[in-house]
């Protein structure tokens, strides 16, 4: 995909969403990294289903720690995973109360060394809560970077390093949502709306057709 069809492909997903953001409700930094904890091989609809219980009622690194892991596990027992979830989320809230004063902290280095935070964690939490232009890739963003020729990549992170070098700088803030809700409701992993797509003219998959199903391998 040359820059012409890089920046089409973003003036056509900004037309269409002008202002992106996460489908996981917060309204705190602090609550962000919460939900993101708790995403993990989870939807965002099975959090926010706990987190609309949680949150009025603790929404800071204390009065989660202050529930403990028995008082949360009730408010997440229904999402994947929930008790290494709410080992690491105890874990992370004593963390931000004894190094960041119950902070979140906005550099990569200490968010990295918060339990179950990762790369990937932390550029969501970086870009979404603090505006760094940074790019969580997750598997939406992975297959359509690769398959759409946008900025192909063997790895995540290769993938990410190619997109932050080949976005257009007016697009990179907002990149990280505008092809996560891509990868999730048009080009979809099996069965892509590729006769929907609002990119289509500028995507490089070879193997669509009219009626947006796959042939062959991605």
């Known amino acids: 995909m040359n820059p012409e069809k890089r920046r089409a492909f973003f003036e056509a997903l900004k037309s269409n969403n002008p202002k992106p953001t996460t489908e996981l409700e917060y309204s705190t930094p602090f609550e962000l990294l919460a939900a993101v904890l708790l995403s993990a091989q989870a939807t ?10 949680l949150f009025p009622i603790a929404n800071t690194p204390k009065a989660i720690y202050d529930l403990g892991e028995k008082g949360l596990i009730p408010y997440i027992q229904h999402i994947g995973l929930y008790k290494t979830k709410a080992k690491h989320l105890i874990e992370t809230c004593r963390l931000l109360i004894e190094r960041h004063h119950g902070e979140v902290p906005e550099d990569r280095e200490a968010l990295e060394a918060l339990p179950g935070v990762g790369r990937k964690t932390a550029n969501v939490i970086l870009n979404t809560a603090f505006g760094q232009p940074t790019i969580a890739v997750d598997t939406h963003i992975f297959r359509v970077s690769n398959r759409t020729g946008l900025a192909p990549g063997k790895d995540v992170l290769q993938v990410e390093q190619q997109l932050l070098k080949r976005v257009p700088k007016e697009y990179l803030l907002d990149a990280h949502h505008w092809l996560i809700l891509h990868g999730r409701y048009t080009c979809k992993a099996r069965n892509p ?10 995507c490089g998959f070879k193997q669509k057709t009219n009626k947006g199903k796959i042939r062959g391998d991605i």
């Open 44 to 53: 965002d609809v099975s959090v926010n289903k706990g987190t609309r219980v």
């Open 193 to 202: 709306e590729c006769a929907q797509c609002i990119v289509e003219p500028f």
